[in-house]
């Protein structure tokens, strides 16, 4: 997170707007689709009541991992299936349709502003429910849900080259401070640029210097910047996107097949990606980043993925701990 010590009661400020809020439980929307998209191997496809847009992502080999010492060692990743990912994050309107509230803390971004203050729990559960809800269109050992962290990095990179950072033009993020990295905000919307108008965004003033300097700061509407080569939107900041791996402090080294983590238990789950509030060099390719399940704030969303059923045995939602209700989601 980003401090800056002489502004200690805009950090202060910043510190309540991302990590506290009122949530409240809800019940689920109802909703049950009546459009039902044809999902073929090698397509993309929509789910046209939703509006959610999943890119197919071929199978294939990737370098992963980067050189700071949570992304270490770089290693060989094969991915043997193919799975689809959405075009977007998941927005606010998305996200309401199915469970029948908006928890984010920025709803004046508007309803296609990514969703947050959603937990991974949260955004398990959505996979599971709409799992159920199409589950007879679905190919068969497949599942909606999260990406694993291999499946997300995959994506993310779209067969770039090793050592690319950004994609367009391809290279390094070319960063000129903490706030400053021209290439990144044609492509995702981090401190440097993410700047509102909109009532209730967070403390901003004191990310300087800056080439969009702002008194406040929050979410956008998704798909507003360049998509990578594959097609897919705000991979990089906007908000982090939780994966469905249990946490681990390094990745196994040689050469892994199908990776899904950890395979036993464990506390954090990861996010990728970087969010509106994260200096550029959190916005990069390699950059990771976890917390505990029961996590939430105003710069952590989620996007939908329809991918084999892991061999964890972790697809079922493990029942959450703490007070009854914090979610709207079913977690049987």
Partial sequence: MLVNAMAPLATSALLLCLFFGHREPASQSGFLPRQFPSVREGRDFVLP?????????????????GTDITEEPPHPVTLSQGFWLGETEITQAQYE?????NPSGFPHAGPNAPVECVDWYDAVAYGK???KLYQHILPEGYVFGLPTEAQWAHACRAQLPYGIEIYDPPGPLNQEGDYMAPLLDELGWYSGNSGVTYPGGCPSYFWVPS?????TAGTHPVAQKKPNPWGFYDMLGNVSEWCFDIHCYRYLSGHQIDPE???????????RGGAWYDSCDSCRVFDRTHDHPDFWSFAVGFRLALRP????GHDGIPKKEGPAGHSPLNRE
Avoid at 50 to 64: A, T
């Fill in 309 to 312: 059923i892991t061999r964890t």
């Fill in 129 to 131: 429910t709409l799992t």
């Fill in 211 to 215: 080439n969009h300097p702002s008194e």
């Fill in 49 to 65: 009541e939703l509006g959610i847009k999943l890119i197919w992502c071929p199978p294939g080999d990737f370098i992963m991992g």
């Fill in 97 to 101: 349709k199915v469970v029948g509230e």
């Fill in 261 to 271: 983590g950890p395979l036993v238990t464990g506390e954090g789950r990861v996010y």
